[in-house]
């Protein structure tokens, strides 16, 4: 066998195990989906989104999971704003005000490194303590305070990356024009638009579907929160506690609020697509 046949051999086998990979990932995903919408579209009905949880909810009776709804897009909608206003100064500071090759700049990177893989029941476990030395009980506040320290790492590092990939000469000629570093951030942050939306995006995918950092902190409660010290429900929450029934109606109730969860995520992700090719096409 010549050198030709052996490399398009090679060829022909890689392609093969990439296809295979594909295959095996597409069927995955499918069967999910498949599993998800299948069984929650039995139980999915108008009074599930628009109702409280009745009396005999968690027995099969009337009522809905509004308040796991709500308390979800509390949590996630509050969390990611403040997770923005933390991370896009931190981003700047790393790559506009700090040197290239800055030792300040590699440690804080290796330190969102390690946090960027921290378990979220960490998160939640240290929430939980704070919350406990400062005499504080389950709520939203402390809901969103913990899913907000639990994406500020995916935020700065998603978005640093997109930073560190803009060209230093620009920012140079900046401020060779004689613009100040706020002129220049207002540039940098026109073209890294695009990494900020994809940092959003990754946030508030894995901000909306944590369960275990929100069972510490947020806790759980029929109702719709009216105030930051009140309890409140998150759907990945409203999943964990139905699907554990033995009551065959509360487990298909568990599927349709996954339902609920995978649709939210998926408008999510479509809108986020659609900021980020608009902010790519509007680049300078």
């Known amino acids: 066998m ?19 990979a594909i295959l095996i990932f597409f069927g995955i995903v499918a069967s999910v989906l498949w599993t998800i ?11 599930m989104v628009t109702q409280l949880p009745g009396g005999g909810f968690y027995i099969g009776k009337e009522g809905g999971f509004l ?11 509050a969390s990611t704003l ?23 700049a590699y440690v804080s990177r290796l330190a969102f490194d390690v946090l960027f893989g921290v378990p979220s029941i960490v998160y939640g476990a240290f929430g939980f303590t704070i919350m406990i030395y400062f005499g504080l ?7 969103i305070i913990v899913i907000t320290l639990l994406i500020i790492p995916i935020f700065i590092r998603t978005m ?3 930073t560190r990939n803009f060209p230093r000469d620009i920012l140079e000629a ?63 929450l409203a999943v964990f506690f139905q699907l554990s029934s033995p009551i065959p109606e ?3 109730r568990a599927y349709a609020a996954a339902l609920v969860l995978t649709i939210i995520v998926l408008i999510l992700s479509i809108t986020g697509r659609f900021i980020t090719n608009k902010f790519s096409k509007n680049k300078v």
């Open 174 to 236: 900046s401020f060779a024009l004689g613009a100040t570093r706020w002129e220049t951030l207002k540039v940098v942050l026109r073209q890294i638009a695009p990494g900020i939306a994809t940092a959003t995006l990754l946030s508030i995918g894995r901000a909306i579907g944590d369960a275990a950092s929100v069972m510490f902190t947020a806790g759980y409660t029929d109702s719709i929160p009216t105030s930051l010290s009140q309890p409140a429900a998150t759907l990945p």
């Open 160 to 162: 640093d990356e997109a």
């Open 137 to 143: 009980r389950a709520s939203l506040l402390g809901g």
């Open 37 to 47: 919408f299948s069984k929650g579209c039995k139980a999915m009905s108008w009074d």
């Open 67 to 77: 308040n796991a709804i709500v308390g979800s897009l509390y949590i996630v909608g």
């Open 250 to 252: 509360v487990v298909d």
């Open 82 to 104: 403040l997770g923005l206003l933390i991370s896009i100064p931190v981003v700047f500071f790393l790559n506009v005000y700090l040197k290239k090759h800055s030792k300040l």
């Open 2 to 20: 010549n050198i030709a046949h052996k490399k398009k051999l090679k060829e022909s086998v890689a392609k093969l195990f990439m296809w295979t």
